[in-house]
């Protein structure tokens, strides 16, 4: 296949993935200005790249939300009910029971009200049984009482705590909401309750370190994201067929040349320190904690994807394919 042919056929596709499933977010107009960012011989790798973007449009965000609740909530409760008492196999005790612990659980968006997790509330509610009094906020765990400074729960009846967010990346998350706070004192407070960390999408190496840090009786994720979907890994299944029209030499000066100049300006506006934001650009040029990562949602891109894929702000001047929604601090 010809450089001219392979550009065809990647046209080809794109055009295909854009009548589909991106559902028409992505126009002809808007790859071509996207493509003037890089440089002529950069622009056929380009479209490599987005031939191989992984985007999940709302439809199947609300689906995978089904699953989360079924897979992750129901399920393992329902075995458990039947496990502790004799694999019963009764229809209405099942339900019954599990009624019961439901309405003893609270599900807890991660981070604060601008933050992803608190968008799927809404669609969470309506895909699945789950009510208003289902969800709590995550400073609305404890009470403080203003006159004897003692901390309680604010629920005392509940026995599980379900944490929940749209992704994980490399699992900062715990630093990032002072996970480990909260939860040292929700447990200090009742050691005998469950707490649950659940995701939509993550990493394997992100669920591993949440899971290291003992903090849950479980950390699990819908969909999980292997080390083989990180673009430049030596097992990486993105360039396990790349054509030899792709120059790999080209591709990875592309992303890691333009990644600098975007991600030093990003660290320069977040960190005063100017060697800070060195290493900060450095670590991140190819997505947060160099994830490498292709992935985008109808709601937002994270961070873990490559900023040549998503990078919006002023300065440096960059047209993006899938425009990021920035909250000045990386998701992880």
């Known amino acids: ?14 055009k295909i993935l854009y009548e589909t499933i991106w559902n028409g977010k992505i126009k002809g107009t808007t790859i071509n200005l996207w493509l003037n960012n890089f440089e002529e011989n950069q622009k056929l790798s380009a479209l490599f790249l987005l031939s191989n973007f992984m985007y999940f ?38 339900a019954r029971e599990f009624k019961q612990i439901s309405a003893l659980s609270k599900f807890i968006p991660l981070g604060g009200v601008s933050e992803s997790a608190h ?10 049984p789950l009510q208003d009094a289902s969800f709590l ?3 609305n765990i404890i009470e403080n009482d203003a006159l004897s400074s003692e901390r309680t729960l604010k629920y005392a009846e509940v026995r599980n705590y379900i944490f929940f967010d749209d992704f994980c990346g490399t699992g900062t998350q715990v630093v990032k909401y002072n996970l480990d706070q909260h939860i040292s004192q929700i447990r200090e407070l009742d050691p005998s309750v469950k707490i649950f960390c659940f995701f939509l999408f993550a990493t394997t ?10 903090l849950f009786d479980r950390v699990e ?44 300006v990003h660290s320069l506006n977040q960190i005063d320190n100017y060697d800070d934001a060195l290493i900060e650009m450095e670590s991140s040029k190819l997505g947060f904690k160099d ?15 490559l900023p040549i894929v998503w990078y919006n702000e002023e300065n440096p001047e960059w047209f993006p394919i899938f425009p990021r929604i920035s909250k000045n601090y990386s998701d992880g």
Request: hydrophobic share 40%; net charge negative; with cysteine.
């Open 1 to 14: 296949m010809t450089e001219i042919d392979y550009e065809e056929f990647l046209l080809s596709k794109i």
């Open 57 to 94: 449009d709302k439809f199947y965000i609300h689906e995978v939300l089904r699953c989360m609740y079924r897979d992750l909530f129901k399920y393992p409760i329902i075995r458990q009910i039947r496990l502790d008492n004799g694999d019963v196999l009764d229809p209405n005790f099942i």
């Open 119 to 128: 968008h799927l509330i809404y669609p969470l509610r309506q895909h699945t």
């Open 137 to 139: 906020l995550q400073e």
């Open 205 to 214: 190496a992100g669920i591993e370190c949440l899971e290291n840090t003992g």
């Open 221 to 264: 994720s819908v969909i999980l994201i292997d080390h083989t979907f990180r673009l430049f890994h030596e097992q990486s299944r993105i360039l396990a067929d790349l054509s030899p029209s792709i120059s790999l030499e080209v591709l990875t000066r592309m992303c890691v040349t333009n990644g600098r100049k975007l991600m030093l």
């Open 291 to 305: 994830s490498q990562l292709l992935i985008g949602f109808e709601h937002n891109v994270p961070d873990n994807t």
